[in-house]
């Protein structure tokens, strides 16, 4: 599938995300269905109650990496892997891992945010781009595999606390709430840029990951300023920065 290309466009079009309910296979088989039955619900109008059901759902699969599978190929699929000295897999794994930590924060932020959303179409938006962003967290973790290594073990915090970043924002309402997508989404771009100064040369799959999720953090900023986003103070701003660099030194490690 070819890559999108976000360079002169800001907003893309998504297919509605939905809520997959999942059979265990002891029940499948009683049922006379052999295999997984997934039913889909349109994920619209739902209730604050189904709206936190399935933010808890979501993170319970997310912090226990039990999505399947993307739902586009890995922008690394055709990229021949190098050898790589110790140190540099080491390095490339500790910034994957750092990748993969701030999708594990997307996930919750995204779902914190659409669970107290005002406005039935922002919440969707919000549901949408936690879709795309699950692509992201499926993409580090195979890398973070190829590299012989695993996520964060402190991913339950990350998720924690950028899902109550993401409620709070949302109370407040609607366009506050998009202000922290938009500059969460601004940072992350730059973060972003930043490894792919840092990685190293030779790790053409990496990078290509990472090239890809720029783009498309990018787009989720303009996206969100488009749908009127609020300026945050600037104060606000520091503080995001200072909470990024504590997960960013932690996650290379841990």
Not at 188 to 193: I, S
Request: aromatic share 6%; charged share 25%; glycine share 6%.
């Amino acid at each position: 599938m070819k890559a999108r290309d976000y360079t002169d466009q800001c907003s893309v079009p998504r297919q509605s995300a939905t809520l997959c309910y999942r059979l265990s296979p002891t029940a499948d088989s009683a049922a006379g269905h052999g295999g997984v039955i997934i039913k889909r619900m349109e994920n619209r109008n739902l209730s604050l109650i189904d709206r936190l059901v399935g933010s808890l759902d979501n993170a319970l699969k997310t912090v226990t990496e039990q999505y399947a599978s993307s739902t586009r190929p890995n922008p690394s699929a055709d990229v021949p892997d190098s050898q790589l000295a110790d140190g540099e897999r080491r390095h490339a794994a500790g910034l994957m891992r750092i990748n993969h930590a701030g999708e594990v924060a997307a996930q919750a932020l995204y779902q914190g945010h659409a669970a107290l959303a005002r406005d039935p179409g922002i919440a969707q938006h919000m549901r949408d781009a936690a879709v795309e962003e699950r692509d992201h967290l499926l993409w580090c973790e195979e890398r973070l595999q190829e590299l012989g290594a695993g996520p964060s073990r402190l991913s339950p915090f990350w998720y924690a606390g950028a899902f109550a970043i993401g409620a709070a924002s949302s109370a407040l309402g609607d366009r506050w709430s998009l202000g922290f997508v938009a500059e969460t989404e601004r940072q992350v771009a730059d973060h972003l840029k930043d490894h792919l100064d840092r990685l190293p040369a030779k790790d053409a799959r990496s990078r290509a990951i990472v090239r890809q999720m720029r783009e498309e953090e990018a787009a989720h900023c303009m996206e969100a300023e488009q749908k009127g986003a609020a300026e945050l103070p600037r104060v606000v701003r520091k503080m995001m920065q200072m909470s990024a660099q504590v997960m960013k030194r932690s996650a290379y490690w841990l």
